[in-house]
DNA sequence: ATTTATTTTTAGACAAACCTAAAAAAAATT
DNA sequence: AATTTTTTTTAGGTTTGTCTAAAAATAAAT
Protein backbone atom coordinates (compact mmCIF):
# COMPACT_ATOMS: atom_id res chain seq x y z
CA UNK A 1 0.00 0.00 0.00
CA UNK A 2 1.87 3.21 1.30
CA UNK A 3 5.37 2.90 0.19
CA UNK A 4 8.26 4.12 2.93
CA UNK A 5 8.84 7.32 1.00
CA UNK A 6 11.87 10.21 1.77
CA UNK A 7 11.68 13.47 3.68
CA UNK A 8 13.06 14.46 0.40
CA UNK A 9 10.01 12.66 -1.43
CA UNK A 10 7.77 13.76 0.97
CA UNK A 11 8.18 17.45 1.42
CA UNK A 12 8.05 17.22 -3.28
CA UNK A 13 4.34 15.46 -2.58
CA UNK A 14 3.39 17.93 -0.16
CA UNK A 15 4.65 20.81 -2.75
CA UNK A 16 2.79 19.53 -6.08
CA UNK A 17 -0.10 18.57 -3.78
CA UNK A 18 -0.36 22.73 -2.91
CA UNK A 19 0.73 23.95 -6.53
CA UNK A 20 -1.58 21.86 -8.03
CA UNK A 21 -4.92 23.36 -6.36
CA UNK A 22 -4.29 26.77 -8.13
CA UNK A 23 -3.52 25.34 -11.61
CA UNK A 24 -4.65 22.35 -14.04
CA UNK A 25 -1.26 20.80 -13.72
CA UNK A 26 2.04 21.72 -12.23
CA UNK A 27 5.28 22.63 -14.22
CA UNK A 28 8.51 22.00 -13.62
CA UNK A 29 9.52 25.05 -12.53
CA UNK A 30 7.07 26.49 -10.84
CA UNK A 31 8.26 23.26 -7.96
CA UNK A 32 11.76 24.06 -8.37
CA UNK A 33 10.71 27.59 -7.13
CA UNK A 34 8.14 26.24 -4.24
CA UNK A 35 10.41 23.66 -3.01
CA UNK A 36 14.03 25.84 -3.36
CA UNK A 37 16.05 23.70 -5.62
CA UNK A 38 16.64 23.64 -9.37
CA UNK A 39 15.43 22.65 -12.41
CA UNK A 40 17.19 19.59 -12.90
CA UNK A 41 16.55 18.29 -10.12
CA UNK A 42 12.70 18.25 -10.22
CA UNK A 43 13.05 16.31 -13.22
CA UNK A 44 15.17 13.61 -11.02
CA UNK A 45 12.30 13.42 -8.64
CA UNK A 46 9.25 13.40 -10.93
CA UNK A 47 10.74 10.40 -12.45
CA UNK A 48 10.98 8.56 -9.12
CA UNK A 49 7.96 9.41 -7.82
CA UNK A 50 6.05 8.71 -11.25
CA UNK A 51 7.87 5.17 -11.00
CA UNK A 52 6.54 4.60 -7.59
CA UNK A 53 3.15 5.65 -9.46
CA UNK A 54 2.68 8.66 -6.60
CA UNK A 55 2.49 10.87 -10.13
CA UNK A 56 0.98 11.24 -13.63
CA UNK A 57 3.72 12.99 -15.13
CA UNK A 58 3.82 13.71 -18.74
CA UNK A 59 7.52 15.25 -19.87
CA UNK A 60 7.17 18.90 -20.73
CA UNK A 61 3.64 18.52 -20.94
CA UNK A 62 3.26 19.21 -16.62
CA UNK A 63 1.98 16.94 -13.80
CA UNK A 64 -0.53 16.28 -11.19
CA UNK A 65 -0.45 13.67 -7.90
CA UNK A 66 -1.91 9.94 -8.97
CA UNK A 67 -4.88 8.87 -6.35
CA UNK A 68 -2.06 7.25 -4.19
CA UNK A 69 0.27 10.09 -4.37
CA UNK A 70 -2.98 13.03 -3.18
CA UNK A 71 -3.51 10.42 0.08
CA UNK A 72 -0.06 10.61 0.68
CA UNK A 73 -0.21 13.98 0.43
CA UNK A 74 -2.94 14.35 2.52
CA UNK A 75 -1.36 12.18 5.36
CA UNK A 76 1.72 14.27 5.81
CA UNK A 77 -0.76 17.77 5.87
CA UNK A 78 -2.38 16.23 8.41
CA UNK A 79 0.38 15.49 10.42
CA UNK A 80 1.63 19.00 9.85
CA UNK A 81 -1.39 20.51 11.17
CA UNK A 82 -2.03 18.28 13.97
CA UNK A 83 1.36 18.80 15.04
CA UNK A 84 0.67 23.32 14.29
CA UNK A 85 -2.40 23.09 16.65
CA UNK A 86 -0.12 20.86 19.39
CA UNK A 87 2.41 23.33 19.05
CA UNK A 88 0.09 26.62 19.74
CA UNK A 89 -2.65 24.85 22.41
CA UNK A 90 -0.83 22.75 23.97
CA UNK A 91 3.13 24.08 24.15
CA UNK A 92 1.97 27.88 24.12
CA UNK A 93 3.75 29.08 20.46
CA UNK A 94 2.46 31.48 18.38
CA UNK A 95 0.73 30.96 15.19
CA UNK A 96 3.76 33.01 13.79
CA UNK A 97 6.41 30.47 15.37
CA UNK A 98 5.23 27.16 14.78
CA UNK A 99 5.51 26.34 10.78
CA UNK A 100 9.43 25.46 10.75
CA UNK A 101 8.97 23.10 13.91
CA UNK A 102 6.31 21.10 11.92
CA UNK A 103 8.01 20.91 8.65
CA UNK A 104 10.33 18.64 10.92
CA UNK A 105 7.42 16.79 12.96
CA UNK A 106 5.49 15.96 9.91
CA UNK A 107 8.38 13.62 8.65
CA UNK A 108 7.85 11.56 11.45
CA UNK A 109 6.32 8.03 10.65
CA UNK A 110 4.13 6.60 13.07
CA UNK A 111 0.79 5.80 12.01
CA UNK A 112 -0.62 5.10 16.16
CA UNK A 113 1.54 8.76 17.20
CA UNK A 114 -0.82 10.46 14.70
CA UNK A 115 -4.29 8.97 16.06
CA UNK A 116 -3.22 9.58 19.39
CA UNK A 117 -2.21 12.52 19.00
CA UNK A 118 -5.12 13.35 17.16
CA UNK A 119 -7.07 12.12 20.08
CA UNK A 120 -5.15 13.88 22.46
CA UNK A 121 -5.71 17.27 20.64
CA UNK A 122 -9.99 16.44 20.33
CA UNK A 123 -10.21 16.01 17.10
CA UNK A 124 -8.94 19.23 15.71
CA UNK A 125 -10.68 20.46 12.32
CA UNK A 126 -8.58 23.44 11.96
CA UNK A 127 -4.94 24.44 12.40
CA UNK A 128 -3.78 27.56 13.81
CA UNK A 129 -3.70 29.38 10.25
CA UNK A 130 -7.64 28.09 9.99
CA UNK A 131 -6.76 25.45 7.69
CA UNK A 132 -8.73 22.12 7.45
CA UNK A 133 -6.73 19.53 9.06
CA UNK A 134 -7.50 16.03 6.79
CA UNK A 135 -8.66 12.98 8.83
CA UNK A 136 -7.45 9.41 9.34
CA UNK A 137 -8.75 8.57 5.81
CA UNK A 138 -8.02 11.26 3.96
CA UNK A 139 -10.64 13.46 4.09
CA UNK A 140 -10.63 17.48 4.02
CA UNK A 141 -13.45 20.16 4.38
CA UNK A 142 -12.25 22.73 2.52
CA UNK A 143 -13.92 25.64 3.88
CA UNK A 144 -16.23 28.72 2.02
CA UNK A 145 -14.45 31.38 2.07
CA UNK A 146 -12.71 34.35 -0.44
CA UNK A 147 -9.59 36.69 -0.45
CA UNK A 148 -10.27 40.17 1.57
CA UNK A 149 -9.13 41.63 -1.58
CA UNK A 150 -12.66 40.70 -3.12
CA UNK A 151 -14.74 41.63 -0.08
CA UNK A 152 -17.38 44.24 -1.10
CA UNK A 153 -16.71 47.78 0.79
CA UNK A 154 -18.68 47.93 4.44
CA UNK A 155 -19.48 43.97 4.33
CA UNK A 156 -18.81 42.41 7.98
CA UNK A 157 -17.06 39.31 7.49
CA UNK A 158 -15.38 36.54 9.37
CA UNK A 159 -11.54 35.30 9.01
CA UNK A 160 -11.58 31.73 8.75
CA UNK A 161 -7.59 31.88 7.20
CA UNK A 162 -4.47 33.19 6.23
CA UNK A 163 -2.88 31.73 3.12
CA UNK A 164 0.71 32.32 3.86
CA UNK A 165 3.09 30.51 6.38
CA UNK A 166 5.49 34.07 6.84
CA UNK A 167 6.32 34.29 9.71
CA UNK A 168 6.58 38.14 9.63
CA UNK A 169 3.13 38.40 8.00
CA UNK A 170 1.23 36.29 10.92
CA UNK A 171 3.53 38.67 13.36
CA UNK A 172 2.12 41.59 11.45
CA UNK A 173 -1.54 40.67 11.38
CA UNK A 174 -1.35 39.90 15.12
CA UNK A 175 0.09 43.35 16.13
CA UNK A 176 -3.45 44.04 14.38
CA UNK A 177 -5.20 42.12 16.20
CA UNK A 178 -6.16 40.14 12.99
CA UNK A 179 -6.81 36.76 14.00
CA UNK A 180 -8.89 33.48 12.40
CA UNK A 181 -12.06 34.24 14.17
CA UNK A 182 -11.66 38.26 14.35
CA UNK A 183 -14.44 40.71 12.14
CA UNK A 184 -13.93 42.77 9.74
CA UNK A 185 -14.97 45.21 7.37
CA UNK A 186 -13.08 46.78 4.16
CA UNK A 187 -13.51 50.84 4.47
CA UNK A 188 -11.57 51.68 1.10
CA UNK A 189 -10.08 50.47 -1.89
CA UNK A 190 -6.68 52.39 -3.23
CA UNK A 191 -6.58 51.83 -7.38
CA UNK A 192 -3.33 53.05 -7.44
CA UNK A 193 -1.88 49.85 -5.22
CA UNK A 194 -4.94 47.93 -4.78
CA UNK A 195 -3.90 48.45 -1.16
CA UNK A 196 -7.20 48.15 1.33
CA UNK A 197 -7.99 50.47 4.18
CA UNK A 198 -9.25 48.07 6.97
CA UNK A 199 -11.63 48.32 10.05
CA UNK A 200 -11.75 45.82 13.40
CA UNK A 201 -14.59 47.04 16.22
CA UNK A 202 -13.26 49.35 18.48
CA UNK A 203 -9.93 49.89 16.45
CA UNK A 204 -8.78 52.41 14.77
CA UNK A 205 -8.66 51.67 10.64
CA UNK A 206 -5.87 50.47 9.24
CA UNK A 207 -3.88 50.31 5.47
CA UNK A 208 -3.49 46.25 4.31
CA UNK A 209 -1.25 45.66 1.40
CA UNK A 210 -3.03 43.91 -1.93
CA UNK A 211 -0.47 40.81 -1.54
CA UNK A 212 -2.02 40.93 2.52
CA UNK A 213 -5.20 41.18 1.21
CA UNK A 214 -4.99 38.08 -1.06
CA UNK A 215 -3.52 35.73 1.78
CA UNK A 216 -6.08 37.04 4.19
CA UNK A 217 -9.30 34.63 3.82
CA UNK A 218 -12.55 35.54 5.17
CA UNK A 219 -16.22 34.58 5.20
CA UNK A 220 -19.00 37.55 4.91
CA UNK A 221 -21.61 37.22 7.30
CA UNK B 1 29.47 26.48 19.18
CA UNK B 2 27.04 23.84 17.87
CA UNK B 3 27.33 22.77 14.25
CA UNK B 4 24.28 21.22 12.65
CA UNK B 5 24.89 17.69 12.60
CA UNK B 6 23.03 15.17 10.73
CA UNK B 7 20.51 12.31 11.36
CA UNK B 8 23.20 9.81 11.01
CA UNK B 9 25.56 12.12 13.34
CA UNK B 10 23.31 12.19 16.07
CA UNK B 11 22.62 8.32 15.89
CA UNK B 12 26.32 7.86 16.05
CA UNK B 13 27.03 10.29 19.00
CA UNK B 14 24.14 8.65 21.09
CA UNK B 15 25.66 5.04 20.50
CA UNK B 16 29.28 5.59 21.53
CA UNK B 17 27.93 8.18 24.45
CA UNK B 18 25.93 5.24 25.73
CA UNK B 19 28.84 2.42 24.86
CA UNK B 20 31.41 5.09 26.65
CA UNK B 21 29.50 4.65 29.39
CA UNK B 22 30.78 0.91 30.82
CA UNK B 23 34.47 0.90 28.79
CA UNK B 24 37.54 3.51 29.02
CA UNK B 25 37.09 3.88 25.28
CA UNK B 26 34.97 2.23 22.60
CA UNK B 27 36.10 -0.03 19.76
CA UNK B 28 35.06 0.37 16.09
CA UNK B 29 33.57 -3.11 16.19
CA UNK B 30 31.34 -2.51 18.78
CA UNK B 31 29.81 0.74 17.51
CA UNK B 32 29.21 -1.13 14.13
CA UNK B 33 27.20 -3.57 16.25
CA UNK B 34 25.68 -1.50 18.19
CA UNK B 35 24.03 0.81 15.30
CA UNK B 36 23.86 -2.30 12.84
CA UNK B 37 26.14 -0.78 9.85
CA UNK B 38 29.34 -2.16 9.26
CA UNK B 39 33.04 -1.38 10.48
CA UNK B 40 34.34 0.06 7.86
CA UNK B 41 31.52 2.83 7.60
CA UNK B 42 31.87 3.33 10.97
CA UNK B 43 35.41 4.50 10.47
CA UNK B 44 34.39 6.63 7.55
CA UNK B 45 32.21 8.53 10.16
CA UNK B 46 34.86 8.53 12.85
CA UNK B 47 36.77 10.74 10.93
CA UNK B 48 33.87 13.31 10.35
CA UNK B 49 32.76 13.29 13.79
CA UNK B 50 36.69 14.36 14.56
CA UNK B 51 37.01 16.37 12.05
CA UNK B 52 34.10 18.60 13.82
CA UNK B 53 35.94 18.05 17.06
CA UNK B 54 33.35 16.01 18.56
CA UNK B 55 35.46 13.16 19.27
CA UNK B 56 38.89 11.83 20.73
CA UNK B 57 39.68 9.15 17.58
CA UNK B 58 43.33 7.67 17.98
CA UNK B 59 43.48 4.71 14.53
CA UNK B 60 43.64 1.28 15.39
CA UNK B 61 43.43 2.29 19.64
CA UNK B 62 39.84 3.22 19.97
CA UNK B 63 38.08 6.63 20.67
CA UNK B 64 35.35 8.73 22.80
CA UNK B 65 33.56 11.69 22.64
CA UNK B 66 35.24 15.46 23.13
CA UNK B 67 33.87 17.64 25.48
CA UNK B 68 31.77 18.81 22.91
CA UNK B 69 30.52 15.28 21.72
CA UNK B 70 29.58 14.80 24.94
CA UNK B 71 27.02 18.20 25.19
CA UNK B 72 25.94 17.03 21.66
CA UNK B 73 25.16 13.99 23.28
CA UNK B 74 23.35 14.72 26.39
CA UNK B 75 21.05 17.01 24.28
CA UNK B 76 19.93 14.50 22.32
CA UNK B 77 19.38 12.00 25.10
CA UNK B 78 17.17 14.90 26.63
CA UNK B 79 15.09 15.14 23.30
CA UNK B 80 14.58 11.34 23.75
CA UNK B 81 13.63 11.07 27.03
CA UNK B 82 11.30 13.86 27.05
CA UNK B 83 9.36 12.53 24.09
CA UNK B 84 9.19 9.20 25.96
CA UNK B 85 7.81 10.95 28.65
CA UNK B 86 5.10 12.45 26.65
CA UNK B 87 4.01 9.87 24.99
CA UNK B 88 3.71 7.91 27.84
CA UNK B 89 2.10 10.46 29.98
CA UNK B 90 -0.06 12.42 27.79
CA UNK B 91 -0.79 10.18 24.75
CA UNK B 92 -1.11 7.39 26.42
CA UNK B 93 1.64 4.78 24.81
CA UNK B 94 2.57 2.01 26.82
CA UNK B 95 6.17 2.03 28.26
CA UNK B 96 6.82 -0.81 25.59
CA UNK B 97 6.04 1.12 22.68
CA UNK B 98 7.79 4.43 22.88
CA UNK B 99 11.33 3.92 21.81
CA UNK B 100 11.16 3.24 18.25
CA UNK B 101 8.75 6.72 17.71
CA UNK B 102 11.35 8.26 19.92
CA UNK B 103 13.83 7.82 17.59
CA UNK B 104 12.42 9.51 14.79
CA UNK B 105 11.38 12.24 17.21
CA UNK B 106 14.87 12.92 18.81
CA UNK B 107 16.23 14.41 15.79
CA UNK B 108 13.83 17.35 15.53
CA UNK B 109 16.18 20.15 16.45
CA UNK B 110 14.30 22.99 17.72
CA UNK B 111 15.64 24.38 21.27
CA UNK B 112 12.13 26.48 21.80
CA UNK B 113 10.38 23.06 21.23
CA UNK B 114 12.70 21.42 23.79
CA UNK B 115 12.32 23.46 26.34
CA UNK B 116 8.92 24.71 26.19
CA UNK B 117 8.00 20.50 25.89
CA UNK B 118 9.81 20.29 29.18
CA UNK B 119 7.73 23.23 30.81
CA UNK B 120 4.59 21.08 29.12
CA UNK B 121 5.40 18.08 31.21
CA UNK B 122 6.59 19.85 34.56
CA UNK B 123 10.36 19.07 34.23
CA UNK B 124 10.42 15.25 34.56
CA UNK B 125 13.71 14.02 36.05
CA UNK B 126 13.11 10.46 34.59
CA UNK B 127 12.03 9.19 31.55
CA UNK B 128 9.41 5.79 31.48
CA UNK B 129 12.10 3.29 31.63
CA UNK B 130 13.41 5.57 34.87
CA UNK B 131 16.09 6.99 32.87
CA UNK B 132 17.22 10.34 33.76
CA UNK B 133 16.49 13.37 31.96
CA UNK B 134 19.15 15.21 30.86
CA UNK B 135 18.30 19.13 32.08
CA UNK B 136 18.57 22.45 29.04
CA UNK B 137 22.26 22.57 30.25
CA UNK B 138 22.96 19.08 29.90
CA UNK B 139 23.72 17.93 33.31
CA UNK B 140 22.47 14.46 34.39
CA UNK B 141 21.63 13.03 37.93
CA UNK B 142 22.01 9.18 37.78
CA UNK B 143 20.50 7.50 40.62
CA UNK B 144 21.42 5.39 42.91
CA UNK B 145 21.23 1.81 41.59
CA UNK B 146 22.12 -1.90 40.88
CA UNK B 147 21.40 -4.90 38.79
CA UNK B 148 18.53 -7.44 40.13
CA UNK B 149 20.96 -9.71 40.03
CA UNK B 150 23.39 -8.42 42.38
CA UNK B 151 20.91 -8.26 44.93
CA UNK B 152 21.50 -10.38 48.36
CA UNK B 153 18.61 -12.94 48.72
CA UNK B 154 15.33 -11.73 50.69
CA UNK B 155 16.73 -8.24 50.38
CA UNK B 156 13.36 -5.75 49.77
CA UNK B 157 14.53 -3.09 46.96
CA UNK B 158 12.36 -0.63 44.72
CA UNK B 159 12.86 -1.10 40.97
CA UNK B 160 14.48 2.04 39.52
CA UNK B 161 14.85 1.60 36.20
CA UNK B 162 15.45 -1.06 32.62
CA UNK B 163 18.05 -0.91 30.78
CA UNK B 164 17.10 -2.44 27.83
CA UNK B 165 14.73 -1.08 24.69
CA UNK B 166 12.88 -4.07 23.77
CA UNK B 167 9.83 -3.97 23.26
CA UNK B 168 9.32 -7.83 24.39
CA UNK B 169 11.29 -7.71 27.63
CA UNK B 170 8.93 -4.30 28.84
CA UNK B 171 5.69 -6.25 27.45
CA UNK B 172 7.26 -9.17 29.50
CA UNK B 173 7.72 -6.79 32.93
CA UNK B 174 4.20 -5.32 32.41
CA UNK B 175 2.59 -8.91 32.04
CA UNK B 176 4.49 -9.57 35.75
CA UNK B 177 3.58 -6.25 37.39
CA UNK B 178 7.42 -5.07 37.54
CA UNK B 179 7.27 -1.74 36.94
CA UNK B 180 9.09 1.26 37.72
CA UNK B 181 8.89 2.00 41.57
CA UNK B 182 7.77 -1.54 41.90
CA UNK B 183 9.22 -3.74 45.38
CA UNK B 184 10.66 -6.74 44.67
CA UNK B 185 12.20 -9.31 46.71
CA UNK B 186 14.99 -12.20 45.02
CA UNK B 187 13.96 -15.36 46.69
CA UNK B 188 16.90 -18.03 45.30
CA UNK B 189 19.68 -17.79 43.45
CA UNK B 190 19.82 -20.93 40.53
CA UNK B 191 23.53 -21.38 40.05
CA UNK B 192 23.13 -23.11 36.88
CA UNK B 193 22.11 -20.40 34.64
CA UNK B 194 22.83 -17.69 37.20
CA UNK B 195 18.56 -16.81 36.93
CA UNK B 196 16.46 -16.05 39.92
CA UNK B 197 13.44 -16.40 41.68
CA UNK B 198 11.83 -13.11 42.47
CA UNK B 199 8.91 -11.68 44.62
CA UNK B 200 6.77 -9.25 44.40
CA UNK B 201 4.19 -8.52 47.64
CA UNK B 202 0.87 -10.34 46.95
CA UNK B 203 1.94 -12.28 43.92
CA UNK B 204 2.91 -16.04 43.65
CA UNK B 205 6.70 -15.90 43.11
CA UNK B 206 8.24 -16.18 39.32
CA UNK B 207 11.30 -17.07 37.11
CA UNK B 208 13.45 -14.44 36.00
CA UNK B 209 16.71 -15.47 33.46
CA UNK B 210 20.24 -14.05 34.07
CA UNK B 211 20.05 -11.38 31.12
CA UNK B 212 16.47 -10.20 32.15
CA UNK B 213 18.26 -9.93 36.19
CA UNK B 214 20.65 -8.39 34.24
CA UNK B 215 18.59 -5.52 32.74
CA UNK B 216 16.17 -4.38 35.68
CA UNK B 217 17.82 -2.09 37.80
CA UNK B 218 17.42 -1.54 41.72
CA UNK B 219 17.40 0.21 44.48
CA UNK B 220 17.56 -1.77 47.97
CA UNK B 221 15.34 0.43 50.55
C1' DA C 1 7.48 30.33 -41.41
C1' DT C 2 11.71 31.47 -39.34
C1' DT C 3 14.00 33.09 -35.67
C1' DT C 4 14.43 33.91 -30.78
C1' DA C 5 13.41 33.09 -26.06
C1' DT C 6 11.86 30.12 -22.49
C1' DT C 7 11.18 25.79 -20.39
C1' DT C 8 12.44 21.25 -19.64
C1' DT C 9 15.32 17.35 -19.93
C1' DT C 10 19.79 15.00 -20.26
C1' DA C 11 24.68 14.38 -19.20
C1' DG C 12 28.08 14.35 -16.06
C1' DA C 13 29.78 15.59 -11.16
C1' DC C 14 29.63 15.74 -6.18
C1' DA C 15 28.69 14.91 -1.06
C1' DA C 16 26.72 11.88 2.42
C1' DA C 17 26.20 7.48 4.09
C1' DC C 18 26.35 3.14 3.23
C1' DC C 19 28.53 -1.43 1.21
C1' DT C 20 32.24 -5.47 -0.04
C1' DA C 21 36.83 -6.98 -0.58
C1' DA C 22 41.61 -6.34 0.26
C1' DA C 23 45.45 -4.53 2.96
C1' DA C 24 47.50 -3.23 7.22
C1' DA C 25 47.94 -3.19 12.15
C1' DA C 26 47.33 -5.22 16.64
C1' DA C 27 46.46 -9.11 19.57
C1' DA C 28 46.61 -13.87 20.62
C1' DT C 29 48.77 -18.49 19.96
C1' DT C 30 52.03 -21.63 19.38
C1' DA D 1 60.05 -15.16 17.98
C1' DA D 2 57.26 -16.59 14.43
C1' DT D 3 52.70 -17.65 13.02
C1' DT D 4 47.84 -17.27 13.07
C1' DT D 5 43.67 -14.81 14.18
C1' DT D 6 41.13 -10.73 14.97
C1' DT D 7 40.41 -5.93 14.48
C1' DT D 8 40.65 -1.88 11.96
C1' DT D 9 41.50 0.83 8.05
C1' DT D 10 41.80 1.73 3.06
C1' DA D 11 40.25 1.28 -1.71
C1' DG D 12 36.79 1.32 -4.72
C1' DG D 13 31.50 1.00 -5.53
C1' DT D 14 26.40 2.17 -4.97
C1' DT D 15 22.23 5.01 -3.93
C1' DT D 16 19.93 9.32 -2.94
C1' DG D 17 19.47 13.91 -3.75
C1' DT D 18 21.62 17.72 -5.18
C1' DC D 19 24.25 20.80 -8.70
C1' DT D 20 26.03 23.14 -13.44
C1' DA D 21 26.32 23.13 -18.26
C1' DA D 22 24.64 21.64 -22.57
C1' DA D 23 21.05 19.77 -25.53
C1' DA D 24 16.32 19.29 -26.85
C1' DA D 25 11.56 20.59 -26.90
C1' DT D 26 8.05 23.99 -26.67
C1' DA D 27 6.30 28.68 -26.85
C1' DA D 28 6.58 33.46 -28.32
C1' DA D 29 7.89 36.96 -31.48
C1' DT D 30 9.00 38.68 -35.67
MN1 LIG E 1 2.48 25.32 8.29
MN1 LIG F 1 -0.84 25.89 9.05
MN1 LIG G 1 14.28 4.82 24.42
MN1 LIG H 1 13.89 5.38 27.84
Redesign the interface.
Known sequence: MSPNLSVAEENYIKSIYHLQQDAESVTTNALADHIKTKPASVTDMLKKLQLKNLLNYNPYKGFRLSKEGNKAALNIIRRHRLWEYF?VN????NWD?VH??AE??EH???R??VD??DA?LGYPKFDPHGDPIPDGNGKINYQQQMPLINLPLNTAAIITSVQNQSSDLLAFLSNRDMHIGTKVEVKQKLNFDNSLEVKIKNKQSFHVSEQVANAIQVNPL
Open positions: LQLQFEDVQLVISKLKLF
